[in-house]
């Protein structure tokens, strides 16, 4: 009973809300030109927007023109770009190119018809490092000197691979068959010179000089010169001494000469005035080894001219 009762009441609740709700609707003033609100971009935003979007058009206008003209400029291709072109075996470049920055490439080859030039204002410099990046090997070539620093220098034949030439800290080895030096200076040497034969230039001459010191010639074996056609000379400014600590020095000719020997003389007991000329002499040696000439007699004149042996 209680429960209806309380369904009755909610019931008529809601009527009466919903009829105040409608009295509220129907009293409110109805207008006869209702106001709309547009929706959109107008005035001088939309003047704006076109402005942009015309500036934008004719920004990408400008740089399609400078994207063209760069191509047509560079000479762009599907191979590559200019002189270079991009193969299956690397890059390939044509004509003259400079490098401000420094290039670093694996190998480098001319064209089989044409040399390979490198050109600096300054100097060319090619350096070798090793994985660490620490600098192994260098080639500089400038204006003055052409210098390698490394720890081994070669220079190799063509055919075969010969070693001509090397050197490193401890020795030069000169690997061709034949050292020759044009110079009108010859080949000055500092230190001792080791070599198992010397020999000059067919028709020319052979000289051993030093200007200001001695010359010395030394070999554990012996020493031999020999000259097969012509004379061999021997000249000093002082004292020629040939020496033999344990053996002998022989003189072996069909004729020996001594030249330049001082002549001794002597008083004979019957001078005469027509007296041929003295054409022969006797060879007289001073216990000192001096030689000298004596004119020669019907005996030995050495004893009558020794007073030569008194002033050596």
Request: proline share 4%.
């Amino acid at each position: 009973m209680d429960r209806s009762a309380n369904l009755d009441a909610e019931e008529l609740k809601m009527t009466r809300e919903q009829y105040i709700l409608a009295t509220q609707q129907n009293s409110l003033p109805r207008t006869e030109n209702p106001q709309f609100y547009p929706v959109g971009i107008y005035g001088w935003r939309k003047r704006c927007l076109y402005f942009f979007v015309l500036l934008l058009l004719v920004t990408m206008i400008v740089n399609l023109a400078m994207t063209i003209w760069i191509l047509k400029v560079m000479n762009f291709t599907v191979d590559g770009m200019g002189n270079l072109r991009v193969t299956k075996k690397g890059i390939r470049l044509e004509g003259i190119s400079e490098f401000l920055l420094p290039l670093y490439v694996k190998e480098i080859n001319s064209r089989k018809d044409s040399p390979l030039v490198l050109q600096s204002d300054r100097n060319v410099t090619v350096n070798a490092r090793n994985h660490m990046g620490q600098l192994t090997g260098q080639l500089t070539v400038g204006a003055d000197a052409v210098e390698a620093q490394c720890k081994r220098f070669e220079v190799r034949s063509s055919e075969g691979g010969r070693v001509l030439f090397s050197a490193d800290e401890d020795e030069i080895v000169i690997g061709a068959d034949r050292l020759k030096v044009t110079g009108t200076e010859g080949a000055v040497f500092g230190h001792s010179v080791e070599t198992p034969h010397i020999r000059a230039e067919p028709s020319q001459d052979l000289k051993l000089e030093s200007p200001t010191r001695s010359l010395v010639m030394e070999a554990p074996r012996g020493v031999q010169v020999n000259a097969a056609a012509g004379d061999l000379k021997a000249t000093c400014r002082k004292e020629l001494h040939l020496q033999s600590t344990e053996g002998e020095i022989f003189l072996n000719a069909d004729t020996i000469r001594l030249g330049n020997l001082p002549v001794g003389s002597f008083s004979s007991s019957s001078p005469s005035s027509s007296a041929p000329r003295q054409t022969i002499y006797e060879l007289c040696a001073c216990p000192n080894g001096k030689l000298y000439l004596s004119p020669a007699g019907a005996g030995s004149t050495c004893q009558s001219s020794s007073n030569i042996c008194l002033w050596s």
